[in-house]
T-cell receptor, first 108, second 119 residues
Framework: EDKVVQSPLSLVVHEGDTVTLNCSYEVTNFRSLLWYKQEKKAPTFLFML????IEKKSGRLSSILDKKELFSILNITATQTGDSAIYLCAPTGNQFYFGTGTSLTVIP | DGGITQSPKYLFRKEGQNVTLSCEQN?????MYWYRQDPGQGLRLIYY???????QKGDIAEGYSVSREKKESFPLTVTSAQKNPTAFYLCASSIRDRRQLGSYNSPLHFGNGTRLTVT
């Protein structure tokens, strides 16, 4: 059975902290893994990972994929209140599969 | 600017009534999708369409119907048969990988969602 597990489910940190969000998956015909940030409405695309061990970076956010151990992590350094959101992990295979998300709250 | 437009943003209906949610995209994407989002459950796939005049059921299609008469448009009807219709509905689109049918290797682009409340 295809499944995606994100942890932790929720996280509260102070501005300036570094956080690591986890995503483990088991999907049929795995192709890639995508990370999204969802504030109030539409999820916005962050990263697409297709190869193991290659870190993708965008400002304070970075992500890496391990296709052997079937997981990915999303790191956010020097967190800001604007990082408060739900972060969704979506491995793709025969379709897009979504985890339940990690709800991040950054306190000033 | 290219994007996906969902309307309305909020929708209220009485139980027993069918309701149609609109989704229009001008990204020239072949594939379009409807997801439902409930608290604590992530996004669940209702229906998807990879090409005009063709669509497939997702994981929770019961009580829903769709049509794909035009590339730009993928409306979703929530019928009275849907037992728990109150939810946040998200429409998305993506490029279809023509090299391998059913391959999903490009990001989904989402609309801003429709929040449906049925009382």
């Amino acid at each position: 059975e295809d499944k995606v597990v994100q942890s932790p489910l929720s996280l509260v940190v102070h501005e300036g902290d570094t956080v690591t969000l986890n995503c483990s998956y088991e999907v049929t015909n795995f192709r890639s893994l995508l990370w999204y940030k969802q504030e109030k409405k539409a999820p916005t695309f962050l990263f697409m990972l297709t190869s193991s061990g290659i870190e993708k970076k965008s400002g304070r956010l970075s992500s890496i994929l391990d296709k052997k151990e079937l997981f990915s992590i999303l790191n956010i350094t020097a967190t800001q209140t604007g990082d408060s959101a739900i972060y969704l992990c979506a491995p793709t295979g025969n379709q897009f599969y979504f985890g339940t998300g990690t709800s991040l709250t950054v306190i000033p | 600017d290219g994007g996906i437009t969902q309307s309305p943003k909020y929708l209220f209906r009485k139980e027993g009534q069918n309701v149609t949610l609109s989704c229009e995209q001008n990204l020239n994407h072949d594939a379009m999708y409807w997801y439902r989002q409930d608290p604590g459950q992530g996004l669940r796939l209702i229906y998807y369409s990879q090409i005009v005049n063709d669509f497939q059921k997702g994981d929770i299609a019961e009580g829903y119907s769709v049509s794909r008469e035009k590339k730009e448009s993928f409306p979703l009807t929530v019928t009275s048969a849907q037992k728990n219709p109150t939810a946040f509905y998200l429409c998305a689109s993506s490029i279809r990988d023509r090299r391998q049918l059913g391959s999903y290797n490009s990001p989904l682009h989402f609309g801003n969602g429709t929040r449906l409340t049925v009382t």
